[in-house]
């Protein structure tokens, strides 16, 4: 069994007392954390390696719970659209001129994004079966990078907009329960399966959803103890088009909806969130659900700030994701952590209304346990998988001050990470993948085929740059 000393780091344990050791050491045995405290009890070797880190911060591995990874092709076209107009155009016809490659060289674009910024593991937040049997391709594609992948994979079923659909209620619980077997690794945690049910009121209105699909797809959730994950009370206020609209139809919030069907409990995870009520909070806590902030994802879409401390008072489990990079330009969590401070800040007009700390927790520990994984990852603890990230704090901006974990949150990018390690292995190292990741090679390959899919699906057009009065962006504003 291989041992690794970190030492001389300013270790971040977020562990329950969120201790800090400054200076401080971390010994990882094989993939596991053997244990973590201050440089003057750090172990004698020999080790076979060690790292100095020179003061550098150490934290566990950040935790990415909203990823739609698939969407690389479509990144950087997304400007001044709202959610509801760039669902449903931009983001479905660049999909539809995909094909299995494209979404291959997505994925892989993504893992060296997430890995270069310190995510060691992320929620998959699938949007529809690529190809016959993809879904063990794409645990292959994210092995290949050493990346912890909880894999969501959407249940559906024929409903009115899918009449043609291959499955009814039967044919889903046997494809879900036959994938769980397949792909579910509990012996290394890389694999995590887990579903998606889309349910808010805009896929039921559009025929996407139905009570008979939550229901069946939850049934299955419950008995292979599932999580699941759901976009809840996102978009726009619009009353033509967006979340409002679709409450006056329907006459009740996406919370109740769940509430009403008799399913909402632990196993949720209710993304976005951005227009609960006093009412759909009190539901989700009392449920014990939990709720995934997006907060740059919300702001670039004009969706709005939603009412993240209010959560955090009432005891809901709270976790931090990016969305797709199509929505925002970046799927670093370092930037999430950030963003989430201050545009809740900014809700509150009260400085410090979400503590540095408690961002923190949500991108690690909180995170963790909204997927049933504080057990195995989050925190610097012994016995835990050795997932941890070591920043860089050499830079102007990280110095004079004397809180290392605002110095992490506020003052430090995801691209100051030198050193990442999954179950005790270092995938990001200096600037250097695992062997056979060339990182060169990945970028120009997706960086043809979404010119391609951009040529292909007509979206090319949202290509071209808003700032010059040129006759091509009369094409553009069409779509605003």
């Not at 060691?120 to 993809?134: C, I, L, P, V």
Request: charged share 25%; hydrophobic share 45%.
């Amino acid at each position: 069994m291989t041992t690794h000393l970190i030492r001389n780091a300013c270790v971040l344990t977020v562990n329950a007392g969120m201790e800090v050791f400054d200076p401080g050491f971390v010994l990882v045995e094989g993939d596991r954390i053997r244990a973590a405290g201050p440089m003057g009890q750090a172990p004698d070797g020999p080790f076979d390696r060690v790292t100095d880190a020179g003061g550098a911060l150490l934290a566990p591995g950040l935790i990415n719970l909203h990823q739609h990874v698939q969407m690389n092709f479509s990144k950087g076209l997304a400007g001044g659209l709202r959610l509801e107009k760039w669902s449903v155009g931009l983001a479905a016809k660049t999909r539809d001129a995909m094909v299995w490659e494209d979404f291959a060289a997505s994925f892989r674009l993504g893992a060296l994004e997430m890995l270069r910024t310190g995510t060691t593991t992320f929620f998959h937040h699938g949007a529809s079966r690529y190809r016959e049997g993809h879904e063990a391709e794409i645990a292959a594609e994210f092995r290949q990078f050493g990346i912890r992948q909880v894999l969501a994979l959407p249940y559906q079923i024929r409903t009115p907009a899918l009449p043609d659909h291959p499955f009814g209620p039967a044919e889903a619980d046997a494809h879900l329960r036959a994938r769980f077997r397949e792909l579910d690794d509990r012996a290394t945690d890389l694999v995590r399966i887990a579903a998606v049910i889309e349910c808010n009121a805009h896929h039921t209105r559009a025929g996407r959803s139905s009570d008979e699909l939550v229901q069946a797809g939850y049934a299955t959730a419950r008995d292979l103890d599932l999580r699941i994950g759901t976009h809840m009370s996102g978009g726009s206020l619009s009353l033509s088009f967006g979340f409002t609209y679709y409450k006056r139809l329907t006459g009740r919030s996406d919370v109740e909806y769940l509430r009403q069907m008799g399913v909402l409990d632990h196993r949720w995870l209710l993304i976005h969130g951005i227009h609960f009520t006093d009412q759909d909070m009190d539901m989700v806590a009392e449920a014990g659900s939990a709720v995934v902030y997006t907060p740059s994802s919300e702001c670039s879409r004009g969706g709005g700030i939603g009412p993240w401390v209010e959560m955090l008072e009432r005891g809901i489990t709270c976790a931090l994701g990016s969305d797709g990079p199509a929505v925002d330009y970046t799927v670093d969590m370092v930037e999430q952590m950030k963003a989430a401070c201050l545009f809740q800040n900014l809700r509150h007009r009260r400085p410090g209304a979400l503590a540095p700390a408690r961002a923190l927790r949500m991108a690690t520990i909180d995170a963790a346990r909204a997927i049933g994984m504080d057990d195995v990852i989050g925190s610097i603890e012994s016995g835990k998988r050795a997932d941890l990230v070591m920043f860089a704090r050499d830079r102007a901006v990280q110095q004079l001050t004397d809180d290392p974990v605002a110095a992490l949150v506020l003052a430090t990018q995801g691209a100051d990470a030198v050193l990442v390690m999954v179950n005790g292995e270092a995938v990001y190292d200096a600037g250097r993948f695992r062997a056979g990741i060339d990182p060169v090679a990945i970028m120009a390959d997706a960086g043809a085929r979404a010119r391609r899919a951009g040529i292909d699906s007509g979206m090319v057009v949202r290509s071209v740059p808003d700032w010059p009065p040129v006759p091509a962006l009369r094409e553009r504003e069409k779509w605003l």
